[in-house]
């Protein structure tokens, strides 16, 4: 089931409201080579403060017509309520490739390995993520897009610094992708995030907003 909630979650009874704004620009570098480049700010606890900020570059390489790996870098601060800030620093690697077409409906994934330490702490942990994604248009021949996407978050090992061997979260997305001019797309929608902590878990309500720009 595409936009599934795992059990637990329906009885998480810890919840936020938040808005995230992620800027993505894409471009070729030469032949079948890309550079990609993210940067998005979360401000959460009802969207009223700046909770993580993330950037990340990243190298492209077309395997195909319709799969591209990507081998990149990301910096991620966050800045929680209860507790001290703290920075993170992933490598990641991941392609993205198609499943199926069904119709007009066109359905993606994207696999992903991330390596992730935090300053000061002294374990690398690693964290396996899933998405997959579908897409069909309003209108034939027009623009406008309606996208649904689900991504899980598999955490591979324990790390002294909190993430814990099992599944660490899961997002669930329903909007959709307009084109604002050549090369850009903006993509509103809502996403609920589930959280699996060792207490109480959370539920995100999450305003999401993507501008991506095609060079």
């Not at 990609?36 to 993330?54: C, K, V």
């Not at 997959?132 to 623009?143: T, W």
């Not at 604002?180 to 959370?202: C, H, I, S, W």
Request: no cysteine.
């Amino acid at each position: 089931m595409l936009l599934g909630v795992a059990p637990s979650v329906l009885a998480a009874q810890d919840h936020d409201l938040q808005q995230w704004t992620l800027l993505v620009a894409q471009g070729p570098i030469k032949d079948d080579l890309l550079v990609q480049a993210e940067i998005q700010p979360r401000l959460t606890n009802d969207a009223s403060r700046l909770g993580q900020f993330q950037i990340s570059p990243a190298i492209g390489y077309r395997v195909s017509k319709k799969a591209t790996v990507f081998v990149g870098y990301m910096f991620v601060h966050t800045d929680p309520v209860d507790h001290p800030a703290f920075d993170e620093h992933r490598i990641y690697q991941h392609v993205v490739f198609p499943v199926e077409k069904i119709g007009d409906v066109t359905v993606t994934a994207r696999t992903r390995m991330e390596a992730r330490t935090v300053v000061g702490a002294k374990d690398l942990a690693w964290r396996f993520r899933q998405q997959v994604r579908a897409q069909m248009p309003f209108e034939e021949g027009k623009g406008s897009l309606l996208v649904v996407w689900s991504e899980g978050f598999l955490n591979l090992n324990d790390a002294d610094w909190g993430p814990r061997e099992g599944m660490d979260r899961w997002r669930n997305f329903v909007g959709v992708s307009v084109p604002l001019t050549k090369g850009v797309m903006f993509e509103p929608g809502y996403l609920n995030q589930a959280v699996f902590r060792r207490g109480e878990d959370r539920l995100d309500h999450i305003a999401s907003v993507t501008l991506f720009y095609r060079l």
